[in-house]
């Protein structure tokens, strides 16, 4: 069975940082392609990143520059650095194989 799970949220002053982090189990992470999707109060599914099996990245034009993805398969870890963060970024932040198999989320708040 597939297992995700995020941590490393929490609230944040605009212009800070967060890591965020995603444990997997269940699969075999090393060969999976993986994704970060976050979801605003009141909006839908948002993408926001993706690293394939072989470490390609790809990033939603909102976090370009601010974002970076990373993976670490020795220990089955799924990253997100997220600096220069903005009032808009606060979401739930989900990692994710595909856009409906997906962990429970963590919380990041920006604000003042």
């Known amino acids: 069975e597939v297992h995700l799970v995020e941590s490393g949220g929490g609230l944040v002053q605009p212009g800070g940082s967060l890591r965020l982090s995603c444990v997997a189990s269940?699969?075999?992470?090393?060969?999976?392609?993986m994704l970060w999707f976050r979801q605003a109060p009141g909006k839908g599914l948002e993408w926001v990143s993706s690293?394939?099996?072989?470490?390609?990245?790809a990033y939603a034009e909102s976090a370009k520059g601010r974002f970076t993805v990373s993976r670490d398969n020795a220990v089955n870890t799924l990253y997100l650095q997220m600096n220069s963060l903005k009032t808009e970024d606060t979401a739930v932040y989900y990692c994710?194989?595909?856009?409906?198999?997906r962990g429970q989320g963590t919380q990041v708040t920006v604000s003042s």
């Open positions: 994710a194989i595909t856009r409906t198999q």
């Open positions: 269940g699969f075999s992470f090393s060969t999976a392609n």
């Open positions: 690293i394939t099996s072989s470490g390609t990245t």
